[in-house]
């Protein structure tokens, strides 16, 4: 079997993975699934030096991927306006069994989403020193960013009697250039003490507004393991991402953390960190000396 077969056959296996998940109620797992099947699928699409697929093998995968994302999104709203239903979902089976010979229209009217490479932490230092000049609009002004980027926030799990769960709401990042980030978002992640993932990482929608030297989220962030069952020295990353349209890739800006001591009810001001990000927090060095910070607010659901 040939290695492009075998990428196929891995995409097939995750899809069915992640639709059985779904049909099985298990929410959390399939949009963990989807998720990870649609950042492979853009990836060999986003792919210059491929030639595996052909350009309109590489336009369906890209729907496929818009298709996994709106499936996503649709699990993670509690009152879906357009749902995408996991039959529809199905219905796409086919194609990704069968994309070396599929060459039928695509069943639903969707789009590739847009092409940008979205590099993993670190990766970017290899391209790029930080760049100033990717200016959008000028600091000090306010604008309301679009909506199209759905995120990957998950739902809260099921509450355990005696055990506590935590959402985090993430209000808005102080940044000297905020003006000039295009399509900021916010990437969550929780990770022990080696810097290993403990839970999903999760991706905020893009950012709501921006504001003079603040960029606004107001989102909530569920996080996907019970506090006391998440391990000694853990700490929760935010890695802020904005898009470089001259570079064409996303890339991270900056980081925070909180660490598990921190955990308590209320708001909380946390510092921002260089990129490359840090997991295991050994060399941080401070984004800036003004008072900027990440601003968030704590509430602790504990089911006695």
């Known amino acids: 079997m040939s290695d492009v077969s075998k990428t196929v056959q891995k995409w097939h296996a995750s899809f069915s993975k992640g639709t059985d998940f779904d049909s099985w109620g298990q929410l959390v797992e399939a949009v963990d699934e989807y998720h990870i099947l649609a950042r492979q699928l853009q990836k060999e699409v986003q792919s210059t030096n491929s030639s595996d697929f052909t350009e309109d093998q590489k336009k369906t995968l890209g729907k496929f991927a818009t298709c996994l994302e709106m499936r996503s999104a649709s699990l993670q709203c509690s009152q879906p306006t357009e749902d995408f239903k996991l039959e529809d979902l199905k219905t796409l089976e086919p194609i990704i069994k069968n994309i070396l010979t599929y060459n039928k229209e695509f069943p639903f009217d969707v789009q590739p989403v847009p092409l940008r490479k979205i590099l993993a932490p670190g990766e970017e230092e290899n391209l790029e020193l930080e760049e100033e000049e990717d200016a959008a609009a000028g600091a000090g002004s306010a604008e309301t960013f679009p909506s199209q980027v759905p995120g990957t926030l998950l739902p809260r799990l099921p509450s355990e009697p005696g055990m506590t769960l935590l959402t985090l709401r993430i209000d808005k990042i102080g940044l000297k250039d905020a003006g000039q980030c295009i399509d900021p978002y916010m990437t969550i992640s929780v990770k ?110 504990k089911d006695s």
């Open 192 to 301: 022990d003490v080696n810097g290993i993932d403990v839970n999903p990482v999760q991706d905020t929608p893009l950012a709501t507004r921006k504001e003079d030297t603040y960029i606004h989220f107001s989102v909530d962030v569920e996080v996907q393991r019970h506090v006391e069952k998440l391990p000694k020295g853990a700490a929760i990353f935010f890695e802020f991402k904005h898009y470089k349209p001259k570079k064409r890739f996303t890339s991270t800006k900056c980081f925070a953390f909180m660490e598990m001591d921190e955990i308590k009810p209320g708001p909380i001001v946390i510092e921002l960190y260089r990129k490359p990000t840090d997991y295991k927090r050994k060399k941080l060095q401070l984004m800036t000396k003004k008072p900027l910070y990440l601003h968030l607010h704590q509430t602790l659901h």
